[in-house]
Structures are given as C-alpha cells and as structure tokens.
Nanobody
Framework: QVQLVESGGGLVQAGDSLRLSCAAS????????MGWFRQVPGKEREFLAA???????????YYADSVKGRFFISGDDARNSVDLQMNNLKVEDTAVYSC?????????????????WGQGTQVTVSS
C-alpha cells in the first residue's frame, strides 16, 4: 500500500514563500505522475501542478494557470519525494494542500487518474 505524507504547511503572510514536501513509501506502485492539489471547504479540489514521466523517459511538468510562474514542482527519486515551492503567496492560496500519485503519465491532452492521496497539509496566508 502506497503512503503519501505531506509536510511543510503553516501560516505565512502574503508575499511569503513556502515549500511543501510529499514523501512516498510502500508498495510497488509505479509513480508515473505525482501531483499537487488544493481544496477549500465548499469548493472542488483544484489541480495545481504535476511531475510526470514523458515519452523520452525524462520528466515533464504541468501547472494550472492560477499558479503558473509562482509555484514550482520538483522531485527527488532518491528520497521518493516531490516538493512544491510556492512563491509570492496570496490570501486566496489558503487551502489544504495534498499530493497524489498516479500510475499513468500526464500529457497535454490526457489528465491521469490519481490512485493514492495524502492526508493534506494546511496552508494559511494572512494579509
């Protein structure tokens, strides 16, 4: 069974930066894509960023328009982790942030199904 554990959330001020980490463990699941999502109570979960294996065997990244240029996803295969660097945070970035893993690759025309999810970490941005 794959387990995903997020860390790094907290309370920051608008304009600050924060780095979230997601550690993966367990199972023989092929993590072709790792993604970050966020959710605000009463709203649908929002995709933020993904790190996926591309057709050349390397890694590609995808970002939601709402965070492009401010958030950056990176992975460390040796640590089985994926990070989300969040810069110039805004009050509207306040949410529970979760990482997820998929056995499918993401492309420009295909959004994979994410099979495993972490519990999430709270990020609160104050004005």
């Amino acid at each position: 069974q794959v387990q995903l554990v997020e860390s790094g959330g907290g309370l920051v001020q608008a304009g600050d930066s924060l780095r979230l980490s997601c550690a993966a463990s367990g199972g023989t699941f092929s993590r072709e894509t790792m993604g970050w999502f966020r959710q605000v109570p009463g709203k649908e979960r929002e995709f933020l960023a993904a790190l996926t294996r591309n057709m050349w065997g390397g890694r590609s990244t995808y970002y939601a328009d709402s965070v492009k240029g401010r958030f950056f996803i990176s992975g460390d295969d040796a640590r089985n982790s994926v990070d989300l660097q969040m810069n110039n945070l805004k009050v509207e970035d306040t949410a529970v942030y979760s990482c997820a893993a998929s056995s499918e690759a993401q492309t420009g025309t295909y959004f994979p199904r994410f099979d495993y999810w972490g519990q999430g970490t709270q990020v609160t941005v104050s004005s």
